[in-house]
C-alpha cells in the first residue's frame, strides 16, 4: 500500500498533470497502454500522468522478462508523456539520465547506466527502464515503465540486483519516502527541455562503459561481440570489431569479463 496524498502532491508539480496510485496491479504500463489507446482512438490530447502501484503480480521488462515487483519493495511506475518523433531516440537516454540522477542525488549512490538505459550500482541492476511508444502522425505517445529497486528481494529470478536500502548509506523514510522523491524528481527534469547535447553528454557521463571494454550484444536470435566505442549523436551503441564498427539501434548488451 502507498501511504501518499495525491491532492497534496499534484498542486506543487510543474509537468505531471495527473498521479494515479494503484494499490495492487498486473502492470502500470498495461494500464498506461489503455489510457493511450482511448486518447488515440478518440483524438484526445495525452495527460502527462504518472500511474504507479504498491504491488505487481505480471510486471515486465524488456524482451518480456519478469520484474519481481513484490509489495512495499520498490518503485513501479509508467509515466505518460507526449513527445515529438524527432525526439524519440533520445527519450531512452533521456529517462536513464533521469533515474541515475535520482539515485545519485537523493541517496548518494554512485549510479551508472548500463546502454541504453539500465542502472546499475557496483555492476548490479537497480533500476529498469520500459519504453513503449505509439506514433501519431508526428506525435509520439510514450510509456515510460520503471522499476526501482528500494528494499532488498530474495528472489532467485534476480540474483545480481541490488536495492537502494543496500548501497546508500543515507536515512530515508522507506518506499513511500523513495517514491514522494521520486515523483518530485522526475517532475523536475520533464519540466526542462530536452536538450540534444545536454542529454548525450549527461548519457556519457554516467555511462558504465569504458572505451575498449568487451560488449556482447544480443540481436534477436544473434550475438554480436566487440569493443565499447561509444554511442553516436542519435543515441546508438557503437561497437567495434577489427576494422569494423557496429552500429547498434536496438538489443541487450552483455559486459564481457
Known amino acids: 500500500m502507498i501511504h501518499l496524498d495525491t491532492r497534496e502532491i499534484v498542486p506543487r508539480l510543474r509537468a505531471i498533470e495527473s498521479l494515479a496510485l494503484i494499490p495492487r496491479v ?11 489507446n482511448e486518447c488515440i482512438e478518440n483524438e484526445l490530447s495525452l495527460p502527462q500522468a504518472m500511474i504507479i502501484a504498491g504491488e505487481q503480480f505480471e510486471g515486465r521488462g524488456r524482451n518480456d522478462r519478469r520484474w519481481s515487483s513484490p509489495p512495499g519493495k520498490g518503485i513501479y511506475a509508467t509515466t505518460l508523456l507526449t513527445r515529438t518523433v524527432q525526439e524519440l531516440p533520445l527519450v531512452p537516454l533521456a529517462m536513464a539520465n533521469i533515474v541515475a ?3 545519485r542525488d537523493t541517496f548518494g549512490i554512485d549510479a ?3 546502454w541504453p538505459n539500465d542502472v546499475l550500482v557496483g555492476g548490479k541492476k537497480i533500476a529498469g527502464i520500459l519504453i513503449e511508444a505509439r506514433i501519431q502522425e508526428d506525435r509520439a505517445f510514450l510509456l515510460i515503465g520503471t522499476g526501482i529497486n528500494v528494499e532488498p528481494v530474495s528472489d532467485e529470478a534476480r540474483p545480481n540486483a541490488t536495492a537502494i536500502r543496500e548501497v546508500s548509506s543515507r536515512a530515508f523514510d522507506g518506499t513511500d519516502g523513495a ?3 521520486f515523483i518530485e524528481h522526475v517532475d523536475a527534469r520533464l519540466a526542462q527541455a530536452l536538450e540534444h547535447d545536454a542529454v548525450l553528454r549527461e548519457w556519457r557521463e554516467l555511462c558504465v562503459h569504458l572505451p575498449g571494454d568487451r560488449i556482447q550484444c544480443v540481436l534477436g536470435d544473434r550475438t554480436v561481440t566487440g569493443t565499447w566505442a561509444g554511442i553516436d549523436e542519435q543515441g546508438r551503441a557503437l561497437l567495434r570489431n577489427g576494422d569494423d564498427t557496429l552500429t547498434i539501434s536496438a538489443g541487450d548488451l552483455l559486459l564481457v569479463p
Do not use: F, H
Open 179 to 181: 517514491t514522494l522523491a
Open 101 to 103: 540522477s535520482y539515485l
Open 26 to 36: 498486473a502492470s502500470t504500463n498495461l494500464v498506461a497502454r489503455r489510457i493511450v
Open 112 to 114: 551508472r547506466i548500463k
